[in-house]
T-cell receptor, first 111, second 113 residues
Framework: GIQVEQSPPDLILQEGANSTLRCNFS?????LQWFHQNPWGQLINLFY???GTKQNGRLSATTVATERYSLLYISSSQTTDSGVYFC?????????????FGQGTELSVKP | NAGVTQTPKFQVLKTGQSMTLQCAQD?????MYWYRQDPGMGLRLIYY???????DKGEVPNGYNVSRLNKREFSLRLESAAPSQTSVYFC????????????FGPGTRLTVL
């Protein structure tokens, strides 16, 4: 089956620093999504980005589908950015689609 | 519009007991999913329902059953709980075929003693 790999597994930043998270996937996908899981466990959609670039405030994401990777950029990081960031790819399967998740990048932003 | 709701939020079971986790969505989504998340790991798909009346196994279906009761509700049943099923369970839904993203419930934290 498709493999989804994220790097780095852990990241510690000083508040105000920038970072780039990477997601590699092993096969063609129909779409790719980025999620943030906050320290209380809640999963929040960040981006739906099968290709191209999107920006939302301090966060932006780029997916290069032909090269099978996606990047999540966090600029001017804040302590509230802490948590785990997951990418997930949607595979078409039977009558529907299912998401395959990477293992996540755990981000800790220090004040 | 409550989104995706799950009950209960917390549960402690003894080995061999059974229980049903409930999930409902009010977004008129056609596809619903159950995942489990173990410490330090990503989410693994247990079962999913592409549409009302259909269910399919995911990556880790053993020990679980599901019911798609109607378009809104998708339940997950543990017939005989085992300590290996201690985990956080998330329900999710999506309007498959659209450009929408998957929406997650708040999770159920289950401990099996």
């Amino acid at each position: 089956g498709i493999q989804v790999e994220q790097s780095p597994p852990d990241l510690i930043l000083q508040e105000g620093a920038n970072s780039t998270l990477r997601c590699n996937f092993s096969d063609s996908v129909n779409n790719l999504q980025w999620f943030h899981q906050n320290p209380w466990g809640q999963l929040i959609n960040l981006f739906y980005i099968p290709s191209g670039t999107k920006q939302n405030g301090r966060l932006s994401a780029t997916t290069v589908a032909t090269e099978r990777y996606s990047l999540l950029y966090i600029s001017s990081s804040q302590t509230t950015d802490s948590g785990v960031y997951f990418c997930a790819v949607l595979m078409i399967y039977n009558q529907g689609g299912k998401l395959i998740f990477g293992q996540g990048t755990e981000l800790s932003v220090k004040p | 519009n409550a989104g995706v709701t799950q009950t209960p939020k917390f549960q402690v079971l003894k080995t061999g007991q059974s229980m049903t986790l409930q999930c409902a969505q009010d977004m008129n989504h056609n596809s619903m999913y159950w995942y489990r998340q173990d410490p330090g790991m990503g989410l693994r798909l247990i079962y999913y329902s592409a549409s009302e009346g259909t269910t399919d196994k995911g990556e880790v279906p053993n020990g679980y059953n599901v019911s798609r009761l109607n378009k809104r509700e998708f339940s997950l049943r543990l017939e005989s709980a085992a300590p290996s099923q201690t985990s956080v369970y998330f329900c999710a839904s999506i309007l498959y075929g659209s450009t929408d993203t998957q929406y997650f419930g708040p999770g159920t934290r289950l401990t099996v003693l």
